[in-house]
């Protein structure tokens, strides 16, 4: 009976699984249809990021007076600041640099990805995990060798198209976790 219950949960998941894979595919579209407007506003969001992180790390420069040099801290705090505004207000400079960390991110994401896929077995979406696995490595490749563009264009389009492949996978793990609790319940 525990067996059952499982396989049943597994059927509800693989539903929330596939919604939120379509919800990655409409953001991927959406990326790949205007990324310089979606390298643009990753660019700002990190920057959005910096800026809180970096006023948090001032104020924990005042908060924590014993650990460490109070001005060191709040260096750090500020500096921070200073790049998510930067960031903010020059997001194309911002974008370059992003270009860069996507690139490493691409490569580790699609190789611990590619480790994850080879250990599951393939009734519950390995082939899919490591199908986007591929191609995060192959994005990461083409970021490196700054094709189809560099900067913002870059990171709109890679980034839709990995949001789209990675929607895929996940519509296609909801959609083999559906059939393993399905077929659970006809047994």
Do not use: H
Not at 87 to 114: C, E, Q, R
Not at 126 to 141: D, E, N, R, T
Request: charged share 10%; proline share 3%; aromatic share 8%.
């Amino acid at each position: 009976m525990q067996e059952q219950d499982m396989l049943q949960s597994l059927k509800g998941a693989g539903k929330n699984v596939q919604l939120t894979g379509a919800g990655l595919i409409v953001l991927g579209v959406l990326s790949i249809w205007s990324p310089d407007v979606g390298g643009m506003a990753i660019s700002v969001l990190v920057g959005l990021v910096l800026l809180f992180g970096g006023v948090l790390r001032t104020m924990f420069a005042w908060l924590s007076p014993g650990w460490g040099s109070l001005f060191a801290k709040a260096l750090v705090g500020i500096i921070t600041i200073l790049a998510g505004v930067y960031m903010i207000f020059n997001p194309s400079v911002g974008s370059k640099a992003l270009a860069v960390v996507l690139t490493f991110y691409l490569f580790v994401d699609g190789i611990t990805t590619l480790v994850f896929a080879i250990r599951m077995p393939p009734v519950a979406g390995g082939a899919w995990m490591m199908f986007g696995a591929v191609v995060s490595i192959l994005a990461g490749v083409l970021m490196y060798m700054q094709w189809p563009a560099s900067g913002e264009l870059a990171i709109g389009i890679l980034i839709g198209v990995k949001l789209l492949i990675d929607g895929v996978v996940l519509v296609g793990i909801g959609q083999a976790a559906r059939s393993v609790g399905a077929s659970s319940t006809e047994q």
